[in-house]
């Protein structure tokens, strides 16, 4: 009788106990604990030289990203991961529990940095567009693009090297080295230049570096996609007879003043590699990093005579073009005439 009476008080304890022991157990897995209410993802950054349990939740504490670091560090005690912290950045959603934060951080499953390159004329901006977003120190960045031995190893020169920066939105981890994203730059280059492209800056008599410092200078001369082809018709002209390009882009680019809207005489004779009025041929390299657009519009140049062009005295962003220099001097003047007007005269 005593024996069934301690079992009946066993049953009924176990079964009290059991509902408390599970809701605590469900507490801690998914109640949400982490970016409690919040309004917008986290991401928490991992560092690789530091990648431990104290850096995780020191990093969520100090951001006021969890709720109750006891219970998260419990279970990540439990789930093992104090033993397998990963570097990396990880993103937190709003209210989340910990089984599913801690999950993810065990397995390394990284939120990709989204690098997206567009509107860059100089290194400077490159490195600047790099820098921040990467675990690795920018200036390291900025020394790999200058450094003669590293461009050389990739193919290029540090002028040309910039040309291995095709504009696009890439995912990149986080804690990537400045030597793996230039390996993932030159592959997506390689993947750019398909035999169709080869091919077809072959019959230029271009190499790939020189099919994109052409259409460096015509990126910098229109945004007018369906412009494109045609303006660079006109440069290929000029190359094919030998002749200057005569392209003010590079002049500004050599001088440095972006801001500059119409060009002096003697600013014209500017010494520089890159000024195309005193210099045949192509600059060293891009003047800036065009668009996918501008470089198949070198590929697929407009057929023309046209060996002349200038802005629109519209100025509507388009130009109009012409055979003989005598035309240029007309189209020109009409519109010098236009910006005089506006009262524009740098």
């Excluded at 069934?4 to 507490?27: C, D, E, G, H």
């Excluded at 949400?32 to 986290?42: A, E, I, M, Y």
């Excluded at 730059?185 to 020189?210: C, H, V």
């Excluded at 500059?260 to 005193?278: A, D, E």
């Amino acid at each position: 009788m005593l024996q069934n009476r301690y079992l009946k008080y066993a049953i009924i304890i176990f079964s009290i106990l059991i509902p408390i022991v599970s809701f605590y157990v469900w507490q801690i897995l998914y109640t949400s604990n982490l970016n409690v209410q919040g309004k917008r993802d986290f991401y928490l950054l991992i560092p690789t030289k530091s990648a431990t349990i104290e850096t995780v939740t020191d990093s969520l504490e100090k951001n006021k990203m969890v709720h109750d670091v006891m219970y998260f560090r419990f279970l990540a005690k439990f789930l093992k991961y104090n033993d397998h912290v990963k570097p990396g950045r990880y993103k937190i959603k709003p209210n989340a529990g910990n089984y599913e934060v801690i999950k993810a951080l065990r397995s390394g499953n990284q939120a990709p940095v989204k690098l997206t390159f567009n509107n860059v004329r100089l290194k400077q901006e490159l490195v600047e567009k790099v820098g921040g977003k990467f675990e690795f120190d920018s200036t390291e960045f900025k020394k790999m693009i200058n450094d003669p031995e590293v461009a050389k190893f990739y193919g290029f020169t540090p002028e040309t090297i910039v040309s291995m920066f095709l504009p696009n939105t890439y995912e990149v981890y986080w804690n990537t080295t400045p030597q793996k994203l230039m390996g993932r730059m030159k592959s997506e280059y390689d993947k750019f230049w398909t035999d169709e492209r080869k091919a077809k800056a072959k019959a230029l008599n271009l190499t790939q570096t020189e099919v994109i410092t052409l259409a460096s200078i015509v990126e910098a001369e229109t945004k007018k996609k369906d412009e494109k082809p045609r303006v660079a018709g006109v440069y290929l002209n000029h190359l094919a007879v030998n002749e200057p390009l005569r392209a003010d882009p590079t002049v500004i680019f050599a001088i440095g003043d972006f801001g500059i809207k119409r060009l002096l005489h003697n600013q014209l004779l500017y010494k520089s590699p890159y000024n195309t009025y005193i210099n045949k041929g192509l600059p060293p390299g891009p003047i800036n990093i065009p668009e996918q657009s501008s470089i198949d519009a070198v590929l697929n140049r407009e057929k023309h005579d046209y060996m002349y062009f200038c802005a629109s005295p519209k100025l509507n962003g388009y130009h109009i073009f012409a055979v003989t220099y005598q035309e240029h001097l007309k189209n020109a003047k009409d519109y010098q005439d236009a910006l005089n007007q506006l009262g524009i005269k740098k």
